[in-house]
């Protein structure tokens, strides 16, 4: 049983701050709760009041309550609500919801109280939603324990902020959908939202999950990627999609002065979104428009749309909006066009968008035998009816019967297809009986055109989005070596002991190498007469030789690098002169001596790092090195680990993709051998997290032939994490 | 006088094919025209009626009105409509709306029909909107010939679809703002975009130009021009916006199908709105968002703008849409800080956004009082409201008249002020009476919050676009020399002589240097003791040699340039090997000879371009040379010609315009001088367009110093235009 059972599934609650008085929270809750008819016992808790409340007789305290209590609703203010968790928990409350306000959100002393709930609660194993919340609802036990006028429906909402809760809601309410389960989740003192999606990821009531976030509340990065798993398994079961605001720099400030969450990288939280599986969105109207349809259609196989309209420019609009958002408003196949013209005026274009010119003035049908043949076409994945039906039956009573009738025919065949069907109506404000009756047995109808388009984009990337989940999770990392452990632990152990976090590159490449990664033989010399010894010993025509020293990090900067050494006597002259020039850089730099390696023929310029996320814990960058990276902040993240066909993608998304595949007369590079590396770094970081902050491979030269770490850098965090 | 007066301003009208059946256009408009009435004398025309029409007395013949026309709407069916329209021009009607479908839409025949009408009409002066239009609508004369429900208001709106003409005036209606000229113009058969928004522009009932736009009509490159031309001069007078449909290439397809209008390179029609300073918008929501705070709200000064907010959530999400948008969200000073916080209490954020953070449930003032401390800080340029207010009358009656009296102070501050204000209200679609009031006497409010934002950031760059358009006015070209005209038409003559259109690059080069760029000596040898003759006199210690052929335009691909020549012997040499090359890559190549150029130096690689748009004529294009052009697709467009200044932001917009700067080391280019030669060769396709179809000058080399035109291709039309 899921922890959020005996929230959303409460068998008996109790409202603790319940109140006859019409002007006070206490009384709307009380409302809200007997409005709904909650299916389960309803206990009111006041201390004061001595009479009924809404007929009902209330209790002094929760003790006093003669049954069971499941969960409680807690309306207290900070200053009297500790004995009141007490209470709680010595009755045996299962969950509390804390809607009351004044806690961590006011400055440290509310964190503090917060702090001692939680470790009520915890000793009692009750969990809490909230507090500084709007409550919750659940339609499946007729819960409604918000002040919010909610309705049931598929949909699932967890937000971190009520006001959107009520702005959604009105949304909803005019389009007629409403929810399964609904949590404003407040401060998140206990549970996160973590919870929430995996609760609504199981509950069958739910057909889709939506976020309000404005940050994830974490006490170690645990919690982030708990949430990315939790919302991974959602994902799986059904869509989700989510606002998550703070994305400019000015917003994120903004957010911090908010809700003090502290923020993560902006990126890598889109690339958690994105690794989960969840619909990104900007705005609440965006939030419902996807919502809906992720809600009421099926999904589509494929990414091939056809569009049947009735106003000429709205269908060019729609063919517009199509590519950015993924979809291919193909040419209909000869057969299609064929059928289409068998069916409509000369004057009437049916290569996609297939535009009904007028005709429905004669005869509305044409929607209906249309939309038979768009969707029996193999080719077509999802149709979008565009335009103004709802609209004619303004003409005529005869109009509007037949614009019923036809509504009734297009939900029969929607309803009998595999296909998405979507409307757009310019009438949708107008509310028509024949677009009222397709919402309610059919399909969505939108307001506007981007609507309507954006939910099939949506609904279009689903299966993917699940098929990707399911090919993560199935993953194996690449081979890495059983030994890899006690040989990196030791290296780490030898840096830790000498005070240092930047490791040098001798010990970054025994890293990288300990966990499989195939690197150019490297030596280090202490001497000039070493340095002529070890050149002779790599056998290489030309070497590189680097100074090594934890003090100089930018060797290309400190004179640090010299290349083309290929002689003894250069590579004497080279030493002496690398560590002159680490002298002069800084005269007090710990020098370990001078690495050196065997000079490689070079290959396109690529990145491989990782950070870590405060939020996420470990990630990982690809890029292209050079421009790419300095001026066109080219890079593409993902959270640590990935698996190599997400590498891939990783690879792919850059814009400076093609340089990878061979442009200008040059030979591209081993693709799937990059992708192998950006994976193997994601495990190494994933397994290494509790010690590794950051690393960067720059440059790897990319080759016909596979990949070469040219340089390597690594730092740890300044004390073990855990 | 405006050609387009009779059409919005007439004193007398006529309705060709009035009708008393309620079923019928000729009823509706009929209608429509007395309902609005019109100032004028009003003419119902019936070739059938007996009885009166809506109380009037029909005329079988406009030939039979007493008095004059100044305009007439035709509702007569393509079959019977040539005999009108010749009524129409002996009545000395000015001009005609022909309502009437089943012309150019339906086909060659219906364009050949198009033709019959204009050339009728142009030999009696007498100008047309339509054909296959939804009429016109003038709130001066209290004139609506449209069949839809149009109100007063300050809005120009030019459709070329009736559809969206019903669709944004559903929403324009929800708004509460109307039109003073509204015109749906069909198939643009005489009287296009350009005329209409010429009219509009100058006239003082309109505040705003809004336009819906498939296509322009265009018989040359002239219409387009003057597209632009009258765009331009209108931004001078008001704000613009207009929607473009057919973005992608889908879309475009799309378009070609509906409207048939040839579409012109998407790229230069987005860059013609740009130089004409007319805001693209995607949507009829978003051009009417747009439109709304054109015609209402003052025009800020720069782009800082505050934001106010009782959801702290709203307000994160405002900030985070700022950025993007062109806007700066920026950190309010310590003063105005300072004074906030003597306003709010301590736990509501002021750093902007301005968080109320709930303190409006005790006291609503502090929006005003907020209000008047951020209009008054003279770094703010523009204010937004964003989130509940409009809600708070649902608590109590006293809060429903606070929330009426604080509407009307903030809305006195806003009309005192010079700033723009905004608002975004969660209770939009509610419409309580405090939001009404804003909107009527004050200033706009929408109902989601990118409505609000997208509005201020069109409102931030009006006067910067104005600027722009007066200093591109104002300006001259770059000083052209005196006889490039007479040096350019004998190259022209010959090349045209020979049955050419692609110049040599000596022709090329000297075309160029015509027109005042500074190009290296070239010289041009036809033997190799004339190249070992040439190499010397050139007195350059490297040379470029190059093969000279009409028949070999890509010469690096035909092995036909030679460089790093440094002898009179390699001279000899590389002469017999480009001819050997030219002739191994094409046997039958004339071959004029091979030309000898000092080498340059080398710079940053650029590339300045010029392509013939079939809607607006001489382009310019720039961008960075290799994979910036080729991978990436980083170029820019200008309709043609620019000034310094724009070929500046030209320049600048590219994403790789920080290699310019100088990156990774290398030094930058000199900007001005590609800015100068950007601009100049503007000049030069603009002057010669009627033979240019095509420069490419690739590589440019922008160095610290100047640019030096390494290679130059010029394309003439086939046939000389006009």
């Known amino acids: 049983m899921s922890d959020l059972n005996p929230l959303f599934r409460p068998k008996s609650v109790a409202l603790i701050g319940a109140s006859s008085d019409p002007k006070k929270y206490g009384y709307w809750t009380a409302k809200g709760l007997i409005d709904s008819k909650f299916t389960g016992d309803l206990y009111f808790i006041s201390r004061t009041a001595a009479a009924d409340i809404l007929g009902k007789k209330p209790y002094a305290s929760i003790s006093d309550v003669p049954g069971p209590v499941d969960m409680a609703i807690v309306g207290i203010s900070p200053k009297y609500i500790l004995p009141v968790i007490q209470e709680c928990a010595d009755k045996g409350v299962k969950a509390l919801v804390v809607v009351a306000t004044g806690f961590g959100e006011t400055g440290p ?87 929430f999606v995996e609760y609504m990821g199981q509950d069958d009531a739910t057909r889709v999950v939506m976020m309000y976030m404005e940050g994830l509340r974490v006490a170690s990065v645990d919690d982030g990627r708990n949430f990315l798993h939790n919302a991974r398994l959602a994902t799986l079961k059904k869509p ?41 969105v900007e705005t609440p109207q965006e939030l419902l428009d996807v919502g809906e349809a992720f809600a009421r259609c099926k999904k589509p196989k494929g990414n091939r749309i056809a569009i049947l309209t009735d106003g000429g420019g709205h269908g060019v609009m729609a063919t517009d909006m199509a590519e950015p958002l993924g979809l291919d408003a193909f040419v209909l196949s000869e057969e299609t066009q064929k059928k289409l013209r068998a069916i409509l005026m000369p004057h009437c274009p049916i290569k996609n968008p297939v535009d009904l010119a007028g005709t429905p003035e004669h005869d509305m049908w044409v929607f209906d035998r249309c939309a038979e043949v768009l969707l029996a076409d193999p080719e077509v994945d999802g149709l979008v009816i565009a335009g103004l039906y709802g609209g004619y039956c303004d003409f005529s009573e005869e109009f509007r019967q037949m614009e019923m009738d036809v509504a009734k025919s297009l939900v029969e065949r929607a309803n009998n297809s595999d296909k998405p069907v979507l409307m757009h109506s310019m009438y949708y404000a107008q509310q028509p009986e024949s677009l009222t ?66 490791l040098v590159e001798t010990e970054a490449r025994e890293v990288l190498r300990a966990y499989g990664f195939d690197l150019p033989n490297h030596l280090l010399a202490t001497s000039p007469d070493e340095a002529a010894k070890l050149f002779t010993e790599m056998g290489a025509d030309k070497v590189v030789m680097k100074i090594v020293s934890p003090d100089i990090l930018h060797k290309t900067d400190a004179g640090g690098v010299i290349l083309h050494v290929d002689s003894t006597a250069k590579a004497r002259e080279a030493y002496n002169q690398l560590i002159a020039n680490g002298r002069a850089y800084k005269a007090d730099a710990d020098v370990f001596g001078v690495m050196l390696t065997p000079m490689l023929p070079g290959g396109i310029e690529c990145i491989i790092g990782s950070s870590y996320d405060s939020t996420f814990g470990p990630s990982v960058m690809f890029g292209l090195g050079g421009i790419f990276v300095e001026v066109l902040k080219d890079v593409s993240f993902r959270v640590a680990p990935v698996n190599t066909p997400e590498a891939g993608r990783m690879i792919r998304e850059i814009k400076g993709y093609p340089m990878l595949t061979g442009v200008r007369g040059q030979s591209g590079a081993n693709v799937p051998a990059l992708e192998e590396g950006v994976s193997r770094l994601s495990y190494m970081v994933a397994e290494l997290s509790s010690d590794v902050a950051e690393v960067d491979l720059n440059p790897v030269f990319a080759t016909e032939n596979g990949i070469e770490i040219v340089d390597a850098r690594i730092v740890l965090h300044p004390t073990e994490n855990k």
């Open 437 to 502: 009756y397709i919402r309610k047995h059919g399909f969505p109808v939108y307001g506007s055109i981007d609507s309507a388009m954006r939910a099939m984009g949506a609904l279009v990337g689903f299966n993917s989005r699940q098929e990707k989940i399911k090919e993560e999770l199935a993953a194996t990392p690449p081979q890495l070596p059983e030994d890899r452990k006690s040989k990196v632990d030791a290296i780490f152990k030898t840096v830790r002991s000498q005070n240092r976090i930047n």
């Open 240 to 280: 989700l999609s989510a606002i998550k605001i703070g994305r400019s720099q000015a917003g994120a400030r903004a957010a911090a002065s908010h809700t003090g969450s502290l923020a993560g990288s902006e990126k890598i939280f889109d690339a958690a979104l994105n690794q989960a599986g969840v619909v990104r």
């Open 109 to 195: 002393e509310g964190k503090e109280l917060e702090k001692k709930i939680v470790a009520i609660a915890q000793k009692a194993g009750m969990r809490i939603q909230g507090p500084n919340c709007m409550g919750i609802f659940s339609s499946p036990v007729h819960l409604n324990a918000s002040t919010i006028d909610l309705a049931d429906g598929p949909m699932g909402l967890v937000l971190q902020s009520g006001n959107f809760g009520i702005d959604i809601n009105f949304n909803a309410k005019t389009r007629g959908i409403g929810y399964s389960a609904w949590a404003s989740i407040g401060n998140q003192m206990d549970l996160r939202f973590a919870d």
